[in-house]
C-alpha cells in the first residue's frame, strides 16, 4: 500500500495530473527546395499547414520532419532537389502518410541553351532557371492551401532566375536583364510562444547584376555570379538561386513541427525525436526539429 506522498509523486512522475487532450493545434512546415546548381532558379518554401485536429490518448502518433533539398549539381541538367515532406499524426514509424502532409518545396530548374528549365512543382513551387535567348521557363506549381508558384525566368545574358515561391506569396519573374527579385514571403505563426515566419522562397539569381534577397520565413538570398544561400534550418525556407556557371546549388532548409494545446490538460505521456517542451502562455507547446513521436 503506497503512502499519501508516495501516491502524490507516482502522479508527479507520470503526469497523472489533468486529462489528456482531444484536440491539438498544429503547424507543420515541409523541407525547402534546393537551387539548381548552373545559372538556374531557386528553391520553393516547404509547404505549410497550420489547424486543429483531434488525437486519442494511448495511441502512438509519429512525426517526421522533412529535409531540405539538395542544391543541384554543377553538370547539367542541374535541377535542384525537393524538399522533404514532413508528416503529423501518422500511426507508424517513418510514415510518409498521415493525417496531416505537408509537401516538401520545389526544386530550381536549371539552365538551358535552346530553353531555360522549368522549376520543379512541390509545397510552393521552384524559381525557373534561364536561357541565353531560347525561350522561357516557367516556374514550378505550388498545392493549394500549402503553398505557391515560383517565378518564371529570363532570357537573357544577364541569366537573371525566377524566384521561389513562398507559403505566403509566389516567387518572382525577373523585370529585366540582369536583374532578380526576392522569393515569396512565408507565413507569420506564433504557435511557438514567439512570432515565427516559416517558408520562404529563396531569391533569385544572376549572373551579373542585382540578385534577389531571400523571402521572409528563411528563404536564402540569391547570388551574383556564384552560389546562393541556403535556406535556413527548421523554418522549410527555400535556397537561394545560382547566379555562376556550373557552381553547384544551395540546399533548402530543414522543415518543423510544432503542436500545442492548453496547459489545464497534462502533459503527454511519452515523446521521442527529442521535443522541445514548454509550458508558455497557458499552454503545452511541444516542437520537433527531427523526427519522432508523441503519445498522450
Partial sequence: MWTLSQASQAIKDN????TAPQNVEYLVVAGGGGASGDLGGAGGGGGLLAGFSGVTAGTQLWVTVGAGGAGGPAARPSDGSNGGNSVLLATSSGATTGNIVATGGGGGGGYGVAAGRNGLNGGSGGGAGTTDTGSLASGGSGISGQGNAGGNGKASNGYASGSGGGAGTVGFTPPANQIAL???????????????TYAGGGGGGTNTGTAGAGGAGGGG?????????????NTGG???????NQTGGASGGSGIVIIRYPSTYRLATSTTGSPTVTTSGGFNIYKWTSSGSITF
Fill in 221 to 233: 538570398a540569391g547570388s551574383v555570379g556564384g552560389v546562393g544561400t541556403a535556406g535556413t534550418a
Fill in 238 to 244: 527555400g535556397a537561394g538561386g545560382t547566379g555562376g
Fill in 182 to 196: 526576392v522569393g515569396g514571403a512565408g507565413i507569420a505563426s506564433s504557435i511557438s510562444g514567439t512570432v515565427t
Fill in 15 to 18: 503526469n497523472w495530473t489533468g
